[in-house]
């Protein structure tokens, strides 16, 4: 399932209302089939009791995980169910309105596109059926000339249902991909820096958190531009804004896909290197200084230089991120306290 799908879809509400499609479908076909045998109607009873043992199956398989085979269990033992009842008639021929609750439950099964393929398959059949049978009802002792006259309009009503059905699971479909998109944009408003377009603190610390501990080795380095609010006070808040994208753009040319940049907040900068030690961390924090110098900041007229100063922390296997985070801003203090512009690493 692709995470937009995910987002709206609630794997345990589906799987509550699948059960409960089961469970009441088990219980009225066992109460019914009891009907039939108070009535003498025994291959009636025995077509009802299979039906209801089937579904009570889908029940136990749903509460278990296995969704798609309750819900083939579910479908597949109405559509048997129904195709008796069509041909048979049921009980005084009154069987084939249970057809009515084909369409509801074969859109919310199988979905607009597949559960179409399968209501035209089904309707198909029991318009065969309904035919062999009425054609030989004298056999089959099913239908009356009263009854030909009823079906051959519930026909009708069934045909029109399933079409009302199948438009509203389009538009519900519809619906529910809008909201899908709508959702994956906050989501992603949520975890993006609109300034820098990096990811935010809220979307590393998830990331990360989840993990607990990181598996493989990590430098952590936390940056630190030099000196921001003299920016901000020399040149203006546009400046100091237009800095911060500067940096970000110098990270994202000079870093490896596996490299992760965060804005951690206000002119705080998180780094982090997959794979790397310390040394290798030092080696590109330095790349990204020189960057930093060859290419300052240009904006309108004005040539803005701007330095910055890091902490590293090379994280072990099995190291918790918060730990890795606090040794790295440890560092970052340090490096602050000791002039800035500088680079320290454990």
């Known amino acids: 399932m692709d995470y937009r799908t995910e987002v709206l879809s609630d794997i345990d509400e589906r799987k509550l209302i699948i059960k409960y499609f089961s469970i009441i479908g088990g219980l009225t076909t066992l109460v019914m089939g009891i009907i039939g045998v108070i009535n003498h109607n025994y291959p009636l009873f025995l077509a009802l009791l299979g039906s209801s043992l089937l579904f009570f199956l889908s029940a136990v398989l749903s509460k278990h995980g296995q969704m798609n085979h309750s819900a083939s269990i579910i479908l597949y033992t109405l559509y048997v169910l129904m195709f008796y009842l069509v041909l048979t008639g049921g009980h005084h021929g009154t069987g084939p309105v249970w057809c009515f609750i084909v369409p509801l439950v074969t859109f919310f099964l199988r979905g607009l596109k597949q559960g179409t393929l399968d209501i035209v398959i089904f309707t198909l059949i029991s318009f065969v059926l309904i035919n062999i049978s009425i054609r030989y009802y004298n056999y089959f002792g099913a239908y009356d000339d009263r009854l030909v006259s009823l079906y051959k309009r519930l026909f009708i009503a069934f045909i029109i249902v399933t079409i009302l059905t199948a438009l509203y699971e389009y538009f519900r479909s519809l619906y529910n991909r809008k909201l899908a998109d709508l959702a994956e944009q906050n989501q992603e408003l949520a975890n993006k820096d609109t300034l820098t377009n990096l990811p935010n603190r809220r979307c590393i610390s998830d990331h990360f958190s989840n993990k607990k501990t990181l598996k493989?080795?990590?430098?952590?380095?936390?940056?630190?531009?030099?000196?921001?609010?003299q920016i901000n006070d020399q040149y203006g808040h546009?400046?100091?804004?237009?800095?911060?994208?500067?940096?970000?753009?110098?990270?994202?040319?000079?870093?490896?896909?596996?490299?992760?940049a965060a804005r951690w907040g206000g002119e705080e900068f998180l780094l982090v290197l997959e794979q790397t030690n310390k040394l290798g961390a030092t080696q590109f924090v330095q790349k990204l200084q020189n960057q930093l110098s060859s290419y300052p900041l240009k904006v309108d007229n004005l040539t803005v230089c701007f330095t910055f100063s890091a902490g590293i922390a090379e994280i072990a296997p099995d190291t918790h991120f918060d730990q890795a985070i606090k040794q790295a801003d440890d560092l970052l203090y340090k490096a602050k306290r000791g002039g800035k512009n500088k680079v320290l690493s454990d």
């Open 216 to 229: 493989k080795t990590y430098s952590i380095v936390l940056i630190d531009i030099d000196n921001f609010k």
């Open 238 to 260: 546009d400046v100091g804004d237009k800095a911060l994208q500067h940096f970000s753009k110098i990270f994202t040319l000079s870093s490896r896909q596996t490299d992760t």
